[in-house]
């Protein structure tokens, strides 16, 4: 998102310029300990993921793993796809 700029701008700005090419994935290492639904889309009806809500379904400690992927012209709405621009990886209580 930094562009090889000096400066730092939003990158969810770019993000949803882009969001035809562009997927945010989402991660539990526990399966079934939280659901994650999409609450945005990209502007061919694809979700996106800039907006989402989480629910906690079950107590656990875990690790979340959260992704941008790009995916310009072979964006299907799936994680699998595309080089991944950024991730992250973070323990989460859920309680």
């Known amino acids: 998102c930094l562009g090889g700029h000096t400066y730092v701008y939003r990158c969810h700005e ?11 994935c989402f991660t539990n290492s526990v399966g079934g300990a939280i659901q994650i639904m999409i609450d945005d889309q990209d502007g061919n009806g694809l ?3 800039l907006q989402s809500t989480w629910k ?11 992704a941008l992927k790009h995916q310009p012209g072979i964006k299907n709405g799936q994680c ?16």
């Open 80 to 95: 699998d796809l595309g080089e991944t621009d950024v991730e992250v990886e973070f323990p989460i209580v859920i309680k």
């Open 14 to 24: 770019r993000i949803h310029y882009e969001s035809n090419d562009h997927l945010v």
């Open 56 to 66: 906690g379904i079950k107590s656990t400690t875990s690790m979340m793993k959260i």
């Open 47 to 49: 979700s996106l993921g």
